[in-house]
């Protein structure tokens, strides 16, 4: 054999192997489609809650208390009322605590509550509460910023557990559906979420349909003590200058 | 004689359907999902409770049926329940919600389907537990059964997306393999070509160097210079060579 046909040789044992069959990948546009739907729906929720200062949600709300519970043998209670969620704009809940943005939930015969929360295009973040009682001083306060609802939520995942107070108050919230719901407002495109949790010896269920672009439109409230429903609460968006 | 075969048909298909009717002894279920033996749920409270009820098994396929029994005549619910289950429910996931009013433990939540195996025992054990206990805890019968519906709605929803989003992940995990057993085909088919394409010119090169060098064979005259012979200026033989740069020798 020449010996310049023995590189050439090798080179050919080297090649050659490389003419091997290709393995066979799965198509992959199923995966590719549900990943559009992913974004799709991300890229729609997008910015989640644009607020304005002066923005107001108005709610019809009822609320039932059963028999037995305000005081022993104390009527079914019964009453409706208008529930109004205004934004205020960036506001510090106490001295040392940063500016965040801010609800105030009023209703007619109740002291006013403040929402406090962190507001991004893409996501709402749970601060604290301060119900605006004389003698309240402090607000509830979360050292770290608990998720409430996000662009993109997908039916069948959960947000991060929320707990305080030591356990003492603990929140589960879990994407049930993304759904059209109907309220006195009009329809909305809206996720549906359940929260369950306690607060103290205290059990609460709440369902909330959060509409993107527009904020919370439906809930649905319910706490137990014990063996006992306490109360059921349901308000529905009626009117709102935010617009969708 | 014609009339009587098409009497008789006619019976026959009557008969059949009749049969299947009273294979289970409550009959054929209920187009609204709710079966209300005892008799309890308004007309008004009924539509509530049934649309979201038919709404979810239309657009998600989450079947929940209501079954309001007077009395589960010392039978443990859960198979009371299963029986309505296998006679009315065909979705991988679906649910009987029963209740029997006056019942302290009721109403009860009896998932079943091929898709429920797929949830964690302990998480199904709890959430059935939470969800049972709420409704319980209702102050009065079509309350109980409506917060039962709503509670077997959310969960068994919420397990059936949650299956479907694993399944994807296992599915954009396997194609994610996929892909990378391509390139790594594609890579080693590169490195192949690569390596003959540098090998061939190296091995050339070691093939000539080791022809250049390789020991003469016998037709090769190999290039040498013939001594100088008795101290002669010039050397014989085919190459005569004449030292020019130490002058001519003096002859001795």
Redesign the interface.
Known sequence: MK??A???L???A??V??C?K?????P?S??TE?SVEKDAWRDADIPILPVENGDMWEYEAKVEI??GVTSRGAA?VQTSFTRTRRYLGKVKPAEELPATDCFQVTVPGSPDEREFVEIHDDRVLLRGSLIMRPETTRPLWYEHPVPFVEAGM????EAPGISAGGGAMVRRI????REKVTVPAGEYDAIRL?M?GTDGDM?L?R?IWFAPGTGIVREEK?R?RG???LFREEQSLARTNVGR | MKLFQSLLVILLALAGISAADTDFEYGSRPPNSVFDAAGVIPPERLKEISEPLVRNEKLEGVDIVVVVLPSLAGAPPEHVARQFSRAWCTSPIHAVVLHVPGEKFSPWIVPDGKLIDEVHLDVRSRSIADAQKRAMREPDDISKIAAAAVEASDMLRYWLANYINRAEVVKTERVKMRLDLERDWHNRKLYRVLAGALLVPLLLGISWLAIGFRPRGARLFPDRRPPRRLGAPHAGGNHAELDLGRGIPKSS
């Open positions: 010996p310049t023995v590189p050439f090798v080179s050919l080297l090649v192997p490389s091997e290709q393995p066979a990948t799965e992959s199923t995966s549900e059963p028999a079914a997908r039916p069948g995942t879990q994407v049930i559906a359940l369950t059990e269920r369902t319910t137990y063996d006992r429903l």
